[in-house]
């Protein structure tokens, strides 16, 4: 929808992997093929864009390498990027061009009724080229980016991954942890809560087996944001029995300058 | 605004701390009378709200008590219940009718600007009276906040408390340590948050001397809800230092159907 917005002519042609969601996209008609065989699909190409989770991108690369060539732009919106771009940047090897992407834009719907061609508005899309990356095609991948409504950064895998679990893959467990430490404390709790209970933990309605993927792929990062969450909490804990309110004002009042800065997307 | 919109004909009248504040009531037109005088403003009432920081009520309490009398109902609307109802129990103690209460509802934002006359729409309110407290005052309290729009429910304080140790103060804190630990680890991460994280933190932009307030006050109960997040997220460190995404993906699951069974307000 984005690109029938902004990118007016482009030919776009979607691969979904069951014929009910192509259905859907015909019957919505958001592209101008739609099927669920992605050697079809991808054949002819200029720019493949992987839509999936990360853990079933390997199999739909090896379905298409043989249709592509050395000059096809090949992207992937994942999470997560130090596997994606090892485990892809070896299948697309001397066959096509692969650089990762990750859009920093979404929400806890998924499937094409969730889709608004404004999701991409002034979202940050974060690009992961390796050394060895096409500095030309680095470029025309942050063109359409930015062509799509993004403000484009650049990043190594390894930067990307520690800071994404940081910024999305640490408030994601942390939602459904709150929900988790409500349900087997006092489950009768929930019944009172508030818009902020809601608020602070509606990104645990997204995929459980997407996010079980992302978080279990990025497991070193997001282990060292789990710890850094802990010790967090464990400081506020000594604030508390050392009667420090003060300490604690300072540590909110601090928390908030920073979150307020942030308030426009 | 919502008892002007709910209960036409009530006289309301206003006291704030500052005359600032009593300025913008006066040219909002939001009150019969308004000053900084709490108990020229009391003198008179059958119902009297108390809406200030837990921590600032006993002051005011005692500003008013000179001019209340056994028939006039006292309730308040902080979010801790136990040292509210104590303190404010005894100095009420034969001279007013007391009893807690606290509306779910509300936002990050403050002050009269943030007002909203359906703030209260289907919130849940919960009332927290003593074993002493007069059955017709609880059920009198009660149909105010029918009337307000609230969906009304009665516990002990100390019940409330611990429920909203869970489902309000540790989102809070945790939205503040989420801030905290990406601020702590990697402040430039912060300029990649996309829409999850700003949702997840919006509590944090609360105001920090009231939330530091009501962490203190709420001290032990607090503690424990940390302890119980503390142990979750140790868990899913475990799961991912054993490669069981499977039990991730159920982790997330449970949290999602949980929190989806919410949704609405």
């Known amino acids: 929808m984005a690109i029938r917005r902004r990118m007016p002519g482009t030919e776009i042609r979607v691969w979904a992997r069951r014929e009910e969601s192509i259905e859907k996209v015909r019957v919505l008609g958001l592209a101008d093929e739609a099927s669920t065989d992605a050697a079809a699909i991808a054949k002819g190409a200029g720019l493949i864009v992987l ?22 732009v090949i992207t992937d919106v ?22 990762g992407s990750h859009p920093m834009a979404g929400s806890e719907q998924a499937g094409i009724e969730a889709a608004r061609e ?9 690009l992961t080229p390796e050394e060895s990356s096409d500095k030309e095609t680095v470029a025309a991948l942050a063109k359409f980016w930015e062509g799509m409504g993004c403000r484009v950064a ?5 930067v990307h991954d520690e800071a994404v679990a940081l910024i999305s893959h640490l408030p994601h467990l942390a939602a459904a942890a709150l929900v988790q430490a409500a349900l087997r404390e006092n489950p009768a709790a929930l019944e009172w809560r508030g818009n902020g209970f809601l608020d602070t933990t509606r990104v645990a309605l997204g995929p459980a087996e997407m996010w ?9 990062a997001v282990k060292k944001a789990i710890h850094a969450m802990i010790e967090n909490l464990v400081e506020v804990t000594k604030l ?8 604690i004002e300072d540590y909110l009042a601090e928390a908030r300058l920073v979150r307020d800065r942030l308030k426009q997307k």
Chains 1, 2 share one sequence.
């Open 118 to 126: 404004d999701l991409f508005d002034r979202a940050v899309t974060i």
């Open 78 to 99: 994942g999470s997560v990027k130090q596997p994606v771009v090892e485990k892809l940047g070896a299948i697309f090897s001397g066959r096509a061009q692969f650089i």
């Open 51 to 72: 839509c999936m989770p990360v853990g079933a991108m390997p199999e739909i690369a090896h379905r298409i390498v043989p249709v592509v060539n050395p000059s096809v």
């Open 212 to 220: 079980a993927g992302i978080l279990s792929e990025n497991r070193e």
């Open 240 to 247: 508390l029995d050392a009667e420090e309110t003060g300490a």
């Open 154 to 158: 650049v990043a190594t895998p390894r």
